[in-house]
């Protein structure tokens, strides 16, 4: 069965930092290009960055450039999403999704559903 497993979530402080990870199962990363979504309750999903297959091409939204950064580790089957200077409105659960090579193909959804079950990160004093 193809997965994505995120974890490294939990509650921070404002101004506080977390690094997520988005590990692999059921399949390599080498080919896909990996994509982190986040969902506030009562809000739709957004697309928050991506890393191509290659690492080569990144892409933030606005709201988190300069505070966000995406990696991969393709030895370990895992991507990153190194988050610092957390606000409040970066209150969400977040997901992973996945598509060929490039973050154009990438989706937050496989057959339907979630590639995995979401890390929650609440930032709050």
């Known amino acids: 069965q193809l997965q994505l497993v995120e974890s490294g979530g939990g509650l921070v402080q404002p101004g506080g930092s977390l690094r997520l990870s988005c590990a692999a199962s059921?399949?390599?990363?080498?080919?896909?290009?990996i994509g982190w979504f986040r969902q506030a309750p009562g809000e739709g999903l957004q697309g928050v960055a991506c890393i191509s297959a290659s690492g080569d091409s990144t892409w933030y939204v606005d709201s988190v450039k300069g505070r966000f950064t995406i990696s991969r580790d393709n030895a370990k089957n895992t991507v990153y999403l190194q988050m610092n200077s957390l606000k409040p409105d970066d209150t969400a659960t977040y997901y992973c999704g996945a598509g060929l090579y490039y973050c154009s193909a990438v989706d937050a959804r496989i057959n339907g559903r979630s590639w995995g079950p979401g890390t929650q990160v609440t930032v709050s004093s």
């Open positions: 059921g399949f390599t990363l080498d080919d896909y290009a």
